[in-house]
Nanobody, 125 residues
Framework: QVQLVESGGGLVQAGGSLRLSCSAS????????VGWFRQAPGKEREFVAS????????YYADSAKGRFTISRDNAKNTVDLQMNSLKPEDTAAYYC??????????????????WGRGTQVTVSL
């Protein structure tokens, strides 16, 4: 059974930075696509970023491009999301997820098989 645990969330002022981490246990992490999603209160969960198992392919939501960077360490079974220039609209619960099959639809949450419980990010003015 694969388990994911996110950490690194918190309260930050607009313009600040946070680094989220997700630690995986079980399964074969190095073969999975990893993704970050977020969900703000009253809104649907949305795609933020993803990275292929090799790290060669990365994808970002338009809202994240140029500000967020996804990275992974297959030796440590971890995936990080570096978030810079944070805005109040980035406030949300952030979730990491794993896709066993390497689907091309990386922006779609239903292709992901495993999910963490999330970590809260709050950006104040």
């Amino acid at each position: 059974q694969v388990q994911l645990v996110e950490s690194g969330g918190g309260l930050v002022q607009a313009g600040g930075s946070l680094r989220l981490s997700c630690s995986a246990s079980g399964g074969t992490f190095s073969t999975y696509t990893v993704g970050w999603f977020r969900q703000a209160p009253g809104k649907e969960r949305e795609f933020v970023a993803s990275m292929s198992w090799s790290g060669r392919n990365t994808y970002y939501a338009d809202s994240a491009k140029g500000r967020f960077t996804i990275s992974r360490d297959n030796a440590k079974n971890t995936v990080d999301l570096q978030m810079n220039s944070l805005k109040p609209e980035d406030t949300a619960a952030y979730y990491c997820a794993l896709d066993r099959e390497g689907s091309r639809n990386v922006r779609t949450e239903y292709v992901y098989d495993y999910w963490g419980r999330g970590t809260q990010v709050t950006v104040s003015l």
